[in-house]
């Protein structure tokens, strides 16, 4: 979806814009806005919620601390996680670390997140509900 890896042949488009055509400056751009969930949540085990979900906004280097605040508590209340800002992913539910993956995708701003389908919800309010195995889903947060 995001040229981690590269077809074989074709083109790939996301949101109206050819990613294949794009230079490496042009991909890295493009990518910030489009966030990844894979099957396994990679959660930093000794950061809280909130430090996994403010992980890429201070990789990026371009955020003021109150920023970065302000958008995790955003992040975490699209996701139902406003309460768990303070817990380590050992204190969570395997639906809860989901939702702090969904979360910190959403972080940097991103207007688009694809995920691999077989991560089903565990919660019927979960953001992107069940899909169907092995097929990837998008959906626009813009």
Known sequence: MNLLERPDSGRVFVSGQELTALGKA????????IGMIFQQSN????????????????????????????????????VGLSDRLDHYPAQLSGGQKQR??????????????????????????????AGHPGRTSTRNWA
């Open 43 to 78: 959660l930093l085990q000794n950061a809280t919620v909130f430090g996994n979900i403010a992980f890429p906004l201070r990789i990026h280097g371009r955020h003021r601390r109150a920023e970065i605040t302000e958008r995790v508590r955003a992040c975490a209340a699209i």
């Open 100 to 129: 702090v993956v969904i979360a910190r995708a959403l972080a940097p701003g991103t207007q688009r997140v694809a995920r691999r389908a077989h991560l089903r919800a565990r919660h019927r309010n979960h953001p992107f509900g």
């Open 26 to 33: 042009q991909l890295r751009d493009a990518r910030q806005k």
